[in-house]
């Protein structure tokens, strides 16, 4: 059954970097990883994408394990509008499938 | 270029009634997807068009059905509405075609079921 997790919620003091773990166990070889964060039931806002190597764009960097089976979102240095649940989510039939997500706390 | 846009964006049923929800995508799009978002099941697939035709649906019922038309527009309809679908409707628009899946967000529908 394809399953992603990641942590509840996380904190982390302004100015920080903020790290976000996934976990996509059921990923196979050629399904994208993606993140979105949404604000206030706002649409969800995409952030990065990667399949092997590691991203890095204006927002936030990406990190994919060796194996796929989970990565992790490096936002380098955290303000308070980043304050938002984050989504990982990956790509499979044309269909996104989400985990739960972590809502991230960002402290002054 | 203008982004996703939902239309209404607020709307108020009642049980045994019926809903069509309109998504325009992004200009150029030619894939449009549907999820539902709920504070207890999170954001789930409801279905995905390109072309007009539907190449994937999630697991829900029946009573959930959608279209795309040759301008990429999409519309979704529920029927005989119940109250656990009560939930923010999003619709989400891609190129569609590549090997990525990039997807963009609409601002959503909250549809209350009373």
């Known amino acids: 059954d394809a399953k992603t997790t990641q942590p509840p919620s996380m904190d982390c003091a302004e100015g920080r970097a903020a790290n976000l773990p996934c976990n996509h166990s059921?990923?196979?070889?050629?399904?994208?990883v993606y993140w979105y964060r949404q604000i206030h039931s706002q649409g969800p806002q995409y952030i990065i994408h990667g399949l092997k190597n590691n991203e890095t764009n204006e927002m936030a960097s990406l990190i994919i394990t060796e194996d796929r089976k989970s990565s992790t979102l490096i936002l380098p240095h955290a303000t308070l509008r980043d304050t938002a649940v984050y989504y990982c989510?990956?790509?499979?039939?044309?269909?996104?499938?989400w985990g739960a997500g972590t809502k991230l706390i960002i402290k002054p | 270029k203008a982004g996703v846009t939902q239309t209404p964006r607020y709307l108020i049923k009642t049980r045994g009634q019926q809903v069509t929800l309109s998504c325009s995508p992004i200009?150029?799009?030619?894939?449009v997807s549907w999820y539902q978002q709920t504070p207890g099941q999170g954001l789930q697939f409801l279905f995905e068009y390109f072309s007009e035709t539907q190449r994937n649906k999630g697991n829900f019922p029946g009573r959930f059905s959608g279209r795309q038309f040759s301008n990429s527009r999409s519309e979704m309809n529920v029927s005989t509405l119940e109250l656990g679908d009560s939930a923010l409707y999003l619709c989400?628009?891609?190129?569609?075609?590549?090997?990525?899946?990039?997807?963009?967000f609409g601002p959503g529908t909250r549809l209350t079921v009373l």
């Open positions: 059921t990923i196979s070889g050629n399904e994208y």
């Open positions: 989510a990956w790509d499979s039939n044309y269909q996104l499938i």
């Open positions: 200009s150029g799009h030619r894939s």
């Open positions: 989400a628009s891609s190129p569609g075609t590549g090997y990525s899946n990039e997807q963009f």
